[in-house]
């Protein structure tokens, strides 16, 4: 690996861990715990729980992640940022309409605890994607995927990159034909259990926009809050700014050269 790119991994690894204390930061200052000790919760006091719930995890797993790419192991890393780029999507989501913390909050916390249930089928098996009200007997919507999430948030671009950027993610997570490459030698003679340190570059770089994105959506939750995030808010340009230099000059594989158009365009988005 030439001297050249052991420079911008570095680079792109300290700006990854700025942005983890950027997040840390702001959790610290803001992430104060409402809903669970209030008899009278708005939907604001959910809506603040379950966005700081999102961030807090989605920052543990990354520092994790982190440590990964510290130690080489970058298809492990790449399983762990599925799991914070889930935590994005969540809180966009709930972000982008307040009134979805009801299911993904209240509903399931119900189903949890016993005191909702789905209702049965004729053969006694549950509809899985319906939830009686006890008060009404009313029928109502349950389960929201990865996807719908995606599809929802206050940016335009997250539905289009998040297809190939969550399938690219997943083929690591499960035993994947399409990612069997990354486990073997580089003469793909021997399966091997030492990463090659060509995938660093791109790992390093995927890990870096979820912290992005993780980061943008904490700074506009905040700032609507009335937050001053003039310091976080220069700080996700400079990574704005890396990232957009960083994936121009990418090569992406004829399969992949949308996403690559699609990630331009998210991180342009003001």
């Not at 949890?112 to 006890?134: A, C, D, F, M």
């Not at 289009?160 to 083929?171: A, C, G, I, N, Q």
């Not at 004829?254 to 690559?260: A, G, H, P, Q, V």
């Amino acid at each position: 690996m030439s001297e050249s790119i052991l420079k911008e991994i570095v680079n792109l690894q300290e700006r990854l861990q700025q942005n983890l204390d950027c997040l840390d930061d702001m959790i610290k200052s803001h992430g104060k715990v409402i809903a669970l000790h209030s008899e009278d919760k708005t939907t604001d006091d959910l809506v603040h729980d379950y966005i700081f719930l999102c961030i807090t995890k989605g920052l543990r797993t990354l520092n994790s992640v982190d440590l990964l790419l510290t130690e080489g192991q970058f298809e492990d890393s790449t399983i762990l940022m599925r799991a914070s780029y889930e935590c994005y999507l969540n809180g966009a989501y709930v972000y982008n309409d307040n009134q979805k913390v009801h299911e993904l909050l209240l509903i399931k916390l119900g189903l949890y605890s016993g005191t909702l249930e789905h209702p049965l089928r004729n053969n006694g098996k549950p509809k899985r994607q319906k939830v009686v009200i006890p008060e009404t007997g009313e029928h109502v919507d349950y389960g929201i995927s990865i996807a719908e999430m995606a599809n929802n948030t206050s940016s335009e671009y997250d539905s289009v990159v998040h297809t190939p950027f969550y399938k690219f993610l997943s083929e690591f997570v499960h035993v994947h034909i399409m990612s069997s490459g990354s486990y073997r030698t580089e003469d793909h003679q021997w399966y091997t259990s030492t990463s090659s340190p060509y995938a660093a570059f791109y790992t390093i770089t995927n890990s870096l926009y979820i912290s992005w994105l993780l980061l943008d959506i904490t700074i506009d939750y905040l700032h609507d809050k009335g937050v001053n995030v003039f310091h976080y808010d220069m700080e996700l340009n400079f990574s704005r700014e890396l990232l957009t230099s960083t994936v121009q000059n990418m090569g992406f594989a004829d399969e992949l050269k949308s996403l690559k158009t699609d990630m331009l365009s998210r991180l342009s988005e003001e």
